[in-house]
């Protein structure tokens, strides 16, 4: 089992944006992207290596977003996992998205 965000100190104002993010990802591809590692930086995201690794999982699920757009599937995969990362930030868990996740280790 994941460790919640608890355990690992996560403070909520980065579950916050980690959640936005998804959610921004899962309308626009790269966006949730570029403006939460860009645009509408917290204070502290580049020490904290939770919401880093989170940046990188939606990086590449918005590559993927933006590979495959024109097919369907891109924007289907990128759904789904946007979803699941907004659903386990919300529960408090910690979220590792299958296949992406191990990539951006």
Request: proline letters at 2%; charged letters at 15%; hydrophobic letters at 55%.
């Amino acid at each position: 089992m994941a460790a919640s965000l608890d355990q690992l100190g996560v403070p909520q104002e980065f579950r916050d944006r980690a959640k936005i993010m998804w959610i921004i990802t899962l309308l626009g591809g790269l966006w949730g992207w570029i403006i939460c590692a860009f645009v509408w930086k917290l204070d502290g995201q580049e020490q904290n290596q939770w919401f880093q690794f989170q940046l990188k999982q939606n990086l590449y699920v918005g590559l993927i977003w933006w590979l495959l757009c024109w097919s369907g599937i891109g924007w289907l995969i990128a759904a789904i996992f946007s979803l699941m990362g907004f659903l386990a930030i919300n529960k408090g868990e910690d979220f590792e998205a299958p296949i992406i996740g191990g990539m951006a280790r």
